[in-house]
Nanobody, 124 residues
């Protein structure tokens, strides 16, 4: 199994940037895809971005793809989410997730391990 720990969330003004980090530990050799999802209270988790661990192929939510970049550092077993030009509607808890199979990257059901989440709050 893999353990995931997110960091980098916080309070930022609209127009600012944040870089979320997710450190993976444990059996990281079994990871196929890493992703970021977001969730508002009482809502379902939404896909934000994903990256195939070996090939580096990336996937993005259409509504944010011009403002976010997902990247990885295989040597450090970490994945990052750079978010720019943040808006108040980007306020969510952001979760890192790992999938061990080639499931659809946008589908939360395909992910096996989740981090504890990190709060991102964008003030207007």
């Amino acid at each position: 199994q893999v353990q995931l720990v997110e960091s980098g969330g916080g309070l930022v003004q609209a127009g600012g940037s944040l870089r979320l980090s997710c450190a993976a530990s444990g059996r990281t050799s079994s990871v196929y895809t890493m992703a970021w999802f977001r969730q508002a209270p009482g809502k379902e988790r939404e896909f934000v971005a994903a990256i195939r661990w070996s090939e580096g192929i990336t996937y993005y939510r259409d509504s944010v793809k011009d403002r976010v970049t997902i990247s990885r550092d295989n040597a450090k077993n970490s994945v990052f989410l750079q978010m720019n030009r943040l808006k108040p509607e980007d306020t969510y808890v952001y979760y890192c997730a790992a999938a061990y199979t080639a499931a659809r990257p946008v589908d939360a059901k395909g992910y096996d391990t989740w981090g504890q989440g990190t709060q991102v709050t964008v003030s207007s």
